[in-house]
């Protein structure tokens, strides 16, 4: 059974702030997928990483995919109470899909 | 991307009753997904509903209680059967496009169910 720790499950932090959310396992994935989902709303897609080391930016986000294919990060710099939300990591590995438990983030103006 | 729409929104029903859940994607789409959610909390697949054959269920989940529909390539139907208060949750159906175990998720909004 593959598991994705992801950590912290929960985040409360004021504007302007930097934070990381982290998600790790003892299994190698083929990609890993980052989602933001707000209440009321579904997951919503915000990158694909597929490469050891690969490194992608999204405005004031950043996310890194491990080396060895098994961790990833999310680094928000400057965190606006529009980040506010739950954060999710999907690890895919031979069709199988792979969820993290989850980041409630809550950022106060 | 794909549009999904997933009705009903939101529903409260008795317990003991049965209540189908509609996902309908406005384009084909390769896969098709039925999560359950609780409030806050990470998501846990319940099947994937293949096109013209049963669904594909994980452990814990069994087709008695949820039964899958998926009659074509954009449409699919989640039913909760015999629902009890453990029942109440959030649904919610995801589609992928093309091939590849990469392909990004895109989800409808949910429905929320409560049993009473």
């Known amino acids: 059974t593959q598991l994705l720790e992801q950590s912290p499950q929960f985040l409360s932090i004021q504007e302007g702030e930097n934070l990381t959310v982290y998600c790790n396992s003892s299994s190698v994935f083929s990609s890993l997928q980052w989602y933001r989902q707000e209440p009321g709303e579904g997951p919503v897609l915000l990158v694909t990483v597929v490469t050891g080391g690969e490194v992608k930016k999204l405005k004031r986000l950043t996310f890194q995919f491990g080396d060895a294919r098994k961790d990833s990060s999310l680094h928000i710099t400057a965190a606006q109470p529009g980040d506010t939300g739950l954060y999710l990591c999907l690890g895919t590995s031979y069709g199988k899909l792979t969820f993290g438990q989850g980041t409630i983030l809550t950022v106060h103006p | 991307s794909a549009v999904i729409s997933q009705k009903p929104s939101r529903d409260i029903c008795q317990r003991g009753t049965s209540l189908t859940i509609q996902c309908q994607v406005d384009?084909?789409?390769?896969?098709m997904f039925w999560y359950r959610q609780q409030p806050g909390q990470s998501l846990t697949l319940i099947a994937t509903a293949n096109q013209g054959s049963e669904a594909t269920y994980e452990s814990g989940f069994v087709i008695d209680k949820f039964p899958i529909s998926r009659p074509n390539l954009t449409f699919s139907t989640l039913t909760v059967s015999n629902m009890s208060p453990e029942d109440s949750s959030i649904y919610l159906c995801?589609?992928?496009?093309?091939?590849?175990?990469?392909?990004?998720?895109?989800f409808g909004d949910g429905t929320r169910l409560s049993i009473l």
């Open positions: 995801s589609v992928t496009s093309g091939t590849g175990s990469n392909q990004p998720q895109h």
């Open positions: 384009s084909q789409v390769t896969m």
